[in-house]
């Protein structure tokens, strides 16, 4: 999938229970959301208050209402990036399914649905673990429970432990790869290989209904956000 970039707007959730004080015009996930851009478009070198604060038009004293530092909007960040992006790649792996074929066509859908995973965040992410130590560990931290669950998805459909543990990194790592590859191809032609690719992946192959399932949620996703970009 092509690298992704998060766009929102700004924007309070409950303006009663948060109402706008002094100079303070936007809330904490605000900062947060404008912060994640910065981080994905430009690195985590520009993702500085000055420099946010002045895409939102807003005093950077504000910042100071939700952040202690600079530090701790960056750690905000990293932690949103592993509740998210880690934490729905593991749910993907836990889901039930009746064949090891099915289950991998399930975590695909995290590629294919931008919603799912932040594929632009987890490059930023790991392009920002070569400068930091600390952000290093977490990454680190964060693959190996990333590729434990995905070898317990293996175990759980006969796989002894050491091929389930050999599958579950080649399945993990090529995905990876594939994605840093940026490939200059469509979602269709990416979800026709799905099949071919799960064959590789388990030795296994996906039956009809298996297949059909997958290429709709496809069809859906595409029907989606081209909705949303005629809106």
């Given at each position: 999938?092509?690298?992704?970039?998060?766009?929102?707007?700004?924007?309070r959730n409950d303006?009663?229970?948060?109402?706008?004080?002094g100079n303070v015009?936007?809330?904490?996930?605000?900062?947060?959301?404008?912060?994640?851009?910065?981080?994905?478009?430009?690195?985590?070198?520009?993702?500085?208050?000055?420099?946010?604060?002045?895409?939102?038009?807003?005093?950077?004293?504000?910042?100071?209402?939700?952040?202690?530092?600079?530090?701790?909007?960056?750690?905000?960040?990293?932690?949103?990036?592993?509740?998210?992006?880690?934490?729905?790649?593991?749910?993907?792996?836990?889901?039930?399914?009746?064949?090891?074929?099915?289950?991998?066509?399930?975590?695909?859908?995290?590629?294919?649905?931008?919603?799912?995973?932040?594929?632009?965040?987890?490059?930023?992410?790991?392009d920002w673990a070569?400068?930091?130590?600390?952000?290093?560990?977490?990454?680190?931290?964060?693959?190996?429970?990333?590729?434990?669950?995905?070898?317990?998805?293996?175990?759980?459909?006969?796989?002894?432990?050491?091929?389930?543990?050999?599958?579950?990194?080649?399945?993990?790592?090529?995905?990876?790869?594939?994605?840093?590859?940026?490939?200059?191809?469509?979602?269709?032609?990416?979800?026709?290989?799905?099949?071919?690719?799960?064959?590789?992946?388990?030795?296994?192959?996906?039956?009809?209904?298996?297949?059909?399932?997958?290429?709709?949620?496809?069809?859906?996703?595409?029907?989606?956000?081209?909705?949303?970009?005629?809106?």
């Amino acid at each position: 999938m092509s690298k992704q970039s998060v766009t929102r707007l700004l924007h309070r959730n409950d303006p009663e229970r948060e109402p706008l004080a002094g100079n303070v015009k936007v809330t904490r996930e605000d900062w947060l959301n404008v912060a994640l851009d910065v981080l994905i478009s430009d690195g985590v070198s520009q993702v500085k208050v000055l420099n946010i604060a002045e895409r939102m038009n807003v005093s950077r004293s504000s910042f100071y209402w939700y952040f202690k530092s600079r530090q701790d909007l960056l750690d905000a960040l990293l932690s949103y990036w592993e509740e998210t992006n880690t934490a729905i790649l593991i749910r993907h792996t836990e889901a039930p399914a009746k064949t090891i074929a099915a289950a991998v066509l399930y975590f695909f859908r995290c590629f294919i649905d931008p919603e799912l995973f932040n594929t632009g965040l987890d490059f930023a992410v790991r392009d920002w673990a070569r400068r930091s130590g600390k952000v290093r560990r977490v990454l680190d931290r964060s693959d190996a429970a990333r590729t434990e669950a995905i070898e317990k998805m293996f175990a759980r459909h006969g796989y002894d432990k050491e091929e389930a543990h050999i599958r579950a990194r080649i399945l993990y790592y090529m995905q990876i790869g594939y994605n840093i590859a940026d490939l200059n191809e469509t979602m269709e032609e990416r979800v026709a290989l799905g099949p071919h690719y799960v064959i590789g992946f388990t030795g296994q192959r996906a039956t009809e209904e298996e297949i059909s399932s997958h290429k709709a949620f496809a069809r859906q996703i595409r029907n989606k956000t081209l909705s949303g970009s005629q809106t």
